[in-house]
């Protein structure tokens, strides 16, 4: 049973023919993974551990917002290193380019999601999809009280994906008890004049974005609002400045899968993201934003089955970045 569907309900770009190929590519990726039970879930949070295996979803929102769906694709789940990206552009609308770059690199680090290595001549995070890197963004993005930042940070991500959004306290809790890596990296950033002495703050500011609850429709219609230079496709609200969009991106595209970037720009070519829930998104930038949910990871902490629907996907559709099959391109369209 695919649990499918498509709600095709809103204004339609993309044509009945396109949308039920589109719809029929979704299904098929969807029966040909469901069975593949490879990898394990993230257990390093004690929370994270619950997540149900067997559970898979995909989904992919228009700019237009016309949304196809597969499996799983309400499950709810904490979004983790998928903040990031969202953390960033915030940092620099508030910041500017310039003074966000003085804390954080933008260079591909090679390294795992959680290493604490650090650029040697300056002392910065390599970037921010990293642990370090986004530990010095959520030192830029905190707020006095605190509460007020993780808030502002809730309330743009619920424009972006077009419903409220909220913290699970579980899973803030559980990484609150057992973040002591990130503890460590902080304290690194912090003696090398990176953050502020906020330490407390800047990490619960952290831990809160990472243990926000979204679904696999969230993400897609998060990555959407990208693609859509920063307007959120059904309700039309200007979320995230675009001036600051082809940035993120840029860094999503090097850095976005860790040490598996460099397959990914190559193999699937989408800006993208992972986290250690199980989820990834991409972004067709103009175009379309893709998610994948499967909690269970791979040595790098990249979703098993979220990699192999999204090359995919990809492959199906012509959505690599350098491809000129895409299928949501106006060449491909003029054909139609
Ligand atoms: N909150 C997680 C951590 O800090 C995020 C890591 C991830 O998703 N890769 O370890």
Not at 204 to 215: D, G, K
Not at 217 to 223: E, Q
Not at 230 to 252: I, S
């Amino acid at each position: 049973m695919t649990n499918s569907q498509h709600s095709g309900s809103v204004s339609s770009d993309v044509s009945p023919w396109l949308g039920a190929q589109i719809q029929k590519v979704i299904d098929g990726i969807y029966r040909k993974y469901k069975d593949v039970d490879d990898g394990a879930v993230a257990t390093y949070i004690p929370e994270l551990g619950k997540a149900d295996p067997k559970k898979f979803g995909i989904c992919l929102a228009t700019v237009e917002g016309e949304v196809f769906t597969a499996g799983d694709w309400d499950t709810e789940f904490t979004i983790q290193s998928m903040c990031k990206p969202f953390a960033f552009q915030l940092a620099m609308q508030r910041h500017g380019t310039e003074e966000t770059l003085r804390h954080v690199g933008v260079e591909p680090s090679g390294e795992a999601f959680n290493s604490i290595e650090f650029d040697q001549k300056t002392g910065r995070p390599f970037n921010p999809m990293v642990n370090a890197g986004a530990i010095a963004v959520s030192s830029l993005i905190k707020q006095k009280p605190v509460q007020a930042g993780i808030e502002e940070f809730v309330d743009k991500m619920s424009d972006a994906a077009g419903r409220r959004l909220r913290i699970d306290h579980a899973v803030l809790a559980s990484e609150t008890a057992t973040g002591n890596r990130n503890r460590a990296i902080a304290y690194m950033l912090l003696n090398s004049g990176i953050i502020d002495d906020e330490v407390h703050e800047t990490l619960h500011q952290y831990f809160a974005q990472c243990s926000m609850l979204v679904n696999c429709k969230d993400l897609a219609m998060m990555a959407a609002t990208m693609a859509n230079i920063g307007n959120q496709p059904l309700t039309g609200k200007p979320v995230f400045d675009f001036q600051y969009l082809k940035y993120v991106m840029a860094v999503m595209f090097s850095c976005g899968l860790y040490d598996y970037a460099g397959n990914w720009a190559f193999e699937v070519g989408l800006p993208a993201k992972s986290g250690v829930s199980g989820g990834i998104f991409g972004v067709v930038n103009r175009q379309f934003g893709i998610a994948v949910y499967s909690p269970k990871l791979d040595a790098q902490g990249n979703s098993v089955r979220g990699i192999l629907a999204s090359k995919e996907l990809a492959n199906h559709l012509g959505l690599h970045a350098f491809d000129f099959s895409n299928v949501g391109s106006t060449f491909v369209q003029a054909l139609l």
